[in-house]
């Protein structure tokens, strides 16, 4: 079935220093991809998202592009902040029933 | 701003208990959904509704977890009996519809359940 990959182990980072985390996914169709964030004692939240090929998402300073050739996701940040701090979680859903397949998450911590 | 809302935000429960979760999605969203998230792992969808309907209960393990939304509106989720392995944090989630571009879910604060 979909799958979504997320690279292993926590992130740490210095403040401004920049971001990538990886991501890959299987899918037997073209679906849907999006960036979720969740900080500590809070709900997911939808960071950005890309429907088709090609497509960048963007939001709060962060981007991922959908590559359709490396079935990949990765989402990158230039200059990142203490606030940042969060789990950031890859998923994907088809056109059909919107159910969403998440990766594992990758706990990112910047430290001042 | 609209929100989901969950209750209770903690729970805990020795084994062999009932346990049930509620869960009110954004009024006028027709599609809800529960998700589980193990600790270090993602949500894993448990059970979707669309209206009263369940559409798809595929990865609900039927035996001791049952989930209702009868006036298509708020849903609790039961677990009977408990188990050490069901203790997690138990996420509900709404959209406008199942597809689309009124696709997007919006997921409330969680329900984190441990079982003694």
């Known amino acids: 079935g979909d799958s979504v990959t997320q690279m292993e182990g926590p992130v740490t980072l210095s403040e401004e220093a920049f971001l990538t985390i990886n991501c890959t996914y299987t899918?037997?169709?073209?679906?849907?991809l999006f960036w979720y964030v969740q900080y500590p004692g809070e709900g997911l939240q939808l960071l950005l998202k890309?429907?088709?090929?090609?497509d960048k998402g963007s939001n709060k300073g962060f981007e991922a592009t959908y590559r359709k050739e490396t079935t990949s996701f990765h989402l990158e940040k230039g200059s990142v902040q203490v606030s940042d701090s969060a789990v950031y979680f890859c998923?994907?859903?088809?056109?059909?029933?919107?159910?969403?397949?998440f990766g594992k998450g990758n706990q990112v911590v910047v430290i001042p | 701003e609209a929100e989901v809302a969950q209750s209770p935000r903690y729970k805990i429960t020795e084994k062999s208990q009932a346990v049930a979760f509620w869960c009110d999605p954004i009024?006028?969203?027709?599609?809800l959904y529960w998700y589980r998230q193990i600790l270090g792992q993602g949500p894993e969808l448990l059970v979707q509704?669309?209206?009263?309907?369940?559409?798809?209960d595929s990865q609900l393990p039927k035996d001791r977890f049952s989930a209702e939304r009868l006036k298509g509106v708020d849903s609790t989720l039961k677990i009977q009996p408990a188990e050490l392995g069901d203790s997690a944090m138990y996420l509900c989630?709404?959209?406008?519809?199942?597809?689309?571009?009124?696709?997007?879910?919006?997921f409330g604060p969680g329900t984190r359940l441990t079982v003694l």
């Open positions: 890309a429907t088709k090929a090609d």
């Open positions: 009024s006028g969203h027709a599609t």
């Open positions: 998923a994907l859903s088809d056109h059909g029933n919107n159910r969403l397949a």
């Open positions: 899918a037997t169709g073209y679906p849907s």
């Open positions: 509704f669309q209206d009263e309907s369940v559409v798809d």
């Open positions: 989630a709404s959209s406008l519809s199942p597809g689309g571009s009124s696709n997007e879910q919006f």
